[in-house]
C-alpha cells in the first residue's frame, strides 16, 4: 500500500499485490558423457506437466462485504432470473470481475444456478436446471461445471403448520487486488428441495475463483442430511474428460474445504551451445548426437501463471572426446617393487577432461 499525502489534500492510496506462485526446478542431466563425437544420448530437464488435482484445505469463509451483489434472498429474486425459477433455475452472464482462466479457456462471466452449481461458458437452462448428480468426470453431467455440494435445492419460502423454514440467499462479489482477486459465490441456508418447515434441512457453502492460478475453493461448514440426495462436490472441464469429486455423500457435511488446482504446462525453449533446437508446450527431452562437447540449456515458463526460469539455470555439458588419440601422458607409482597381489597407487599427468576414458 501507498499512500501519497499533501497539505489540504485527500489521501491518495494505491493498493498492490504481489503473488508468489511456485515454479519447479529443472535438474538436466545427460545419459552419456565422455564418448565418442555423433554418439546419441538423451538429455533430460527432470520437469514434467502437473496433473490436476484436489487437495484438502482448512475451510476458511469470507465474511460478506456490504457491496456484495444479491441474487435471492427471504424468498424472492432480487435480480430476474435468466431461466426457470428459484426451484432449478439460473442466472447468467455474471461478471467474475477479471478473467479466469478454466482448464486453459478464458473466462470473465459465470451462470449460477439455485441447485449450488455454476457453470463457466454458453448458457443453459437445461444444465442450471439440472437437479440430480452423480460423479465428475462424466459426459452425462454438464462441462464447465462447478458443483458445491450440489443436490436440489429450492429457494422459495416454505412455511409447515405455520412454522417456515429459513429462508436461504445466493450473493456474490470480488474482493482483492489484482492479480490476485477472488471472486467469491456464497450459498447460505441453502434448503434441500424434500424438506420444509421445522425439520428443513441448509446447505451453506463459498466457492472461490482464484485470479492468475486458475484455482477453484469449495468451503462447506454445513450440508445436513438431506436423506435421499446425493450431495457432489467437484467439477470438470468443458470436455467433460477432466474433474474430481472431492466427496459425493447423503451425510452431513461439516467444516470441510477442497482446493482443485488446474495441470500445469510450461512453453520450453532447449538450446545448444545458444542456438536453439527446439521449442514448444512440455517438451521436457532431447535426443542428441553432438559431434563436439556441447552445453546444452533449458529455459521454461508457467503457461497460467507466467513465472520463468532463471537465465543459464538449467543446463547440462555433454562432454565429446577428441577422436586424436591421447599420447605424451606419463604414469607414475610411488612404489618401484611390490609383492605379488599387492595394491598400488597410480597417478598420471592428463589434465584435460577423462570422462569416458579407462585406464588399463
Known amino acids: 500500500m501507498l499512500t501519497v499525502s499533501a497539505v489540504g489534500c485527500s489521501d491518495y492510496v494505491l493498493y498492490k499485490s504481489i503473488g508468489l506462485y511456485p515454479l519447479p526446478t529443472a535438474n538436466v542431466t545427460s545419459s552419456a558423457s565422455g564418448v565418442c563425437p555423433g554418439t546419441s544420448a538423451i538429455i533430460n530437464s527432470g520437469l514434467s506437466a502437473g496433473n490436476f488435482t484436489v487437495t484438502p484445505i482448512t475451510v476458511a469463509m469470507t465474511p460478506v462485504p456490504t457491496n456484495a451483489t444479491t441474487l435471492v434472498q427471504d424468498g424472492v429474486a432480487s435480480i430476474p432470473q435468466s431461466s426457470g425459477g428459484l426451484d432449478d433455475g439460473g442466472w447468467g452472464g455474471i461478471p467474475i470481475g477479471f478473467t479466469f482462466n478454466y482448464f486453459g479457456t478464458d473466462r470473465t462471466t459465470i451462470n449460477v444456478g439455485t441447485n449450488m452449481t455454476m457453470h463457466l461458458g454458453t448458457y443453459s437452462s437445461a444444465a442450471l436446471g439440472d437437479f440430480t448428480f452423480t460423479t465428475f468426470p462424466s459426459t452425462v453431467e454438464p462441462a464447465s461445471v462447478i458443483a458445491a455440494s450440489a ?9 409447515v403448520l405455520g412454522v417456515s423454514a429459513l429462508n436461504g440467499s445466493i450473493k456474490y ?43 477453484v475453493e469449495i468451503h462447506i461448514p454445513l450440508s445436513q442430511n438431506s436423506g435421499t440426495y446425493n450431495k457432489v462436490v467437484g467439477l470438470q472441464d468443458e470436455t467433460r474428460t477432466i474433474g474430481a469429486v472431492a466427496i459425493a455423500t447423503t451425510a452431513t457435511i461439516t467444516n470441510q474445504a477442497w482446493r482443485f488446482s488446474p495441470p500445469s504446462n510450461y512453453t520450453t525453449i532447449w538450446t545448444a551451445n545458444g542456438d536453439q533446437i527446439a521449442s514448444g508446450t512440455n517438451i521436457f527431452t532431447q535426443t542428441v548426437s553432438p559431434a563436439s562437447t556441447t552445453l546444452y540449456d533449458i529455459s521454461y515458463i508457467n503457461q497460467t501463471t507466467g513465472c520463468a526460469s532463471e537465465p543459464s539455470s538449467a543446463q547440462v555439458n555433454m562432454v565429446v572426446l577428441t577422436p586424436t588419440p591421447v599420447t605424451g601422458v606419463t604414469t607414475t607409482s610411488t612404489v618401484s617393487q611390490v609383492c605379488a597381489g599387492s595394491t598400488v597407487p597410480l597417478a598420471h599427468d592428463y589434465t584435460v577432461s577423462s570422462a569416458g576414458l579407462t585406464y588399463s
Do not use: C, M
Open 173 to 215: 462479489w470480488t474482493q482483492g487486488y489484482a492479480p490476485n482477486r477472488r471472486f467469491i459465490v456464497q450459498y447460505e441456508n441453502a434448503r434441500a428441495y424434500n424438506s420444509s418447515g421445522a425439520t428443513a434441512k441448509y446447505t451453506t457453502a463459498q466457492v472461490h475463483f482464484l485470479e492468475t492460478l486458475g484455482t
Open 151 to 159: 443436490h436440489d435445492i429450492n429457494f422459495a419460502a416454505s412455511t
